[in-house]
């Protein structure tokens, strides 16, 4: 079975710092990649996604950034954290298809203070 | 700009009620429509899917489809305090990303 892994669970950073968020998943391979951030009271907003090695679609210009680097995992970074950028970091992961169904991860909550 | 509009709640029944959650959405050519449920604190977990007019079930839940009225819903039959939770539905047009609506809080008293 296909399991979605994130870490770390909980992040307290500093406005200015950098960020990193790691999502890997097992069991499947080729899967299209998702990262969403739901911030407090507010729905899921879709920030990247990916369709293969290397392969990143950007849906919200930020300070922000994904890599790709191997089938399976995918990373959110960032270079210098701001206050808005609190929130619930989802990953999720789909087979390619339009009927498939996404799947999220454990997600990580990140405050930067 | 596609949307999916969900009354935010909170929908408040009894234990042992019918909830039905509603959902609508912007885009004619959307094809695949699902539901989630987000526990407080916790990641959202999928329920139901439905491409086709009409009813799907799976065991307490019932997820109805209207193309034409561009309206998806949710029934929970015999709802449970374990039940309460926030839906969010979600809409996926051809091979795009889904687009969810922000959820709607629904609470079961015992």
Known sequence: SQTIHQWPATLVQPVGSPLSLEC??????????YWYRQAAGRGLQLLFYS??????????????SASRPQDRQFILSSKKLLLSDSGFYLCAWSSAGE???????PGTRLTVT | QKEVEQNSGPL????????????????????????????????PELIMSIYSNGDKEDGRFTAQLNKASQYVSLLIRDSQPSDSAT??????????????GKGTMLLVSP
Do not use: H, M
Not at chain 2, 91 to 98: A, D, E, I, K
């Open chain 1, 99 to 105: 009927a498939s169904w996404q799947y999220f991860g």
């Open chain 1, 24 to 33: 890997t998943v097992e069991g499947t391979s080729n899967p299209n990649l």
């Open chain 2, 12 to 43: 408040s029944v009894p234990e042992g009620a019918i909830a039905s959650l509603n959902c609508t959405y912007s885009d004619r050519g959307s094809q695949s429509f699902f539901w989630y449920r987000q526990y407080s604190g916790k990641s």
């Open chain 2, 87 to 100: 839906y969010l539905c979600a809409v996926r047009s051809g091979y795009s990303t889904l687009t969810f």
């Open chain 1, 51 to 64: 369709v293969g090695i290397g392969q990143i679609s950007s849906e919200v210009p930020q300070n922000l």
